[in-house]
């Protein structure tokens, strides 16, 4: 019965590097999102997954961000050429069913990127 | 755009008082509505959630939240709080706009002390 995982927990990169993040959904999880979260502020959503499919990107800030999810379980977000403004913690989440609204969503610990 | 506001930044209490932490959405329009605790380097937990029906809603570790359709607010409370009550609480919206992602407050820092 382990929760999400996310690795690493924490990231320090020079701007301009590129970074992988990495989020292990609960095992049966379809649904599975990630979040931003600035310091003092609350998680803004970037992109939700449903399997292996992107659903919704919406969130992701610039085209510098990309994810992917090629086998429906584990995911990874990737931020190319960072940024300073991109220092936060990132979270990623999942859920049991397909894309309903009533589901809770699972919370794994983040991580947190500091962009230098 | 729905959007939620936590009116309390920071909301410090003495153990074993009552806590009320508010929040407020934008639109009533068929939301969804949860409350989210954070302790520090863990991630998010669900406290409750309020779907429909009853509008008081009961959660885990003793926490209660209240769904007020005309003033727009899902306000959670706790008749006795515990030092170990001490965290950041996220209220949270989803919407049939925002599809099925949930639109956060920036946060209450519940801090209980002795």
């Known amino acids: 019965g382990a929760g999400v995982s996310q690795s690493p927990r924490y990231k320090v990169a020079k701007r301009g590097q590129d970074v992988a993040l990495r989020c292990d959904p609960i095992?049966?999880?379809?649904?599975l999102f990630w979040y931003q979260q600035a310091l003092g502020q609350g998680p803004e959503f970037l992109t939700y997954?449903?399997?292996?499919?992107?659903?919704?990107k919406s969130g992701l800030p610039s085209d510098r961000f990309f994810a992917e999810r090629p086998e429906g379980s584990v995911s990874t977000l990737k931020i190319q050429r960072t940024q300073q403004e991109d220092s936060a913690v990132y979270l990623c989440?999942?859920?049991?069913?397909?894309?309903?609204?009533?589901?809770?969503?699972?919370f794994g610990p983040g991580t947190r990127l500091t962009v230098l | 755009a729905q959007s939620v506001t936590q009116l309390d930044s920071q909301v410090p209490v003495f153990e074993e008082a009552p806590v009320e932490l508010r929040c407020n959405y934008s639109?009533?329009?068929?939301?969804?509505l949860f409350w989210y605790v954070q302790y520090p380097n863990q991630g998010l937990q669900l406290l409750l959630k309020?779907?429909?029906?009853?509008?008081l809603v009961k959660g885990i570790n003793g926490f209660e939240a209240e769904f007020n359709k005309s003033q727009t607010s899902f306000h959670l409370r706790k008749p006795s709080v515990h030092i170990s009550d001490t965290a950041e609480y996220f209220c949270?919206?989803?919407?049939?706009?925002?599809?099925?992602?949930?639109?956060f407050g920036k946060g209450t820092t519940l801090s209980v002390s002795s």
């Open positions: 949270a919206v989803s919407d049939h706009q925002a599809g099925t992602a949930l639109i």
């Open positions: 309020y779907l429909s029906g009853s509008t």
């Open positions: 989440a999942s859920s049991s069913m397909l894309g309903q609204r009533t589901d809770t969503q699972y």
């Open positions: 095992s049966g999880h379809v649904s």
């Open positions: 997954f449903q399997n292996e499919a992107q659903l919704d």
């Open positions: 639109s009533s329009v068929s939301v969804y």
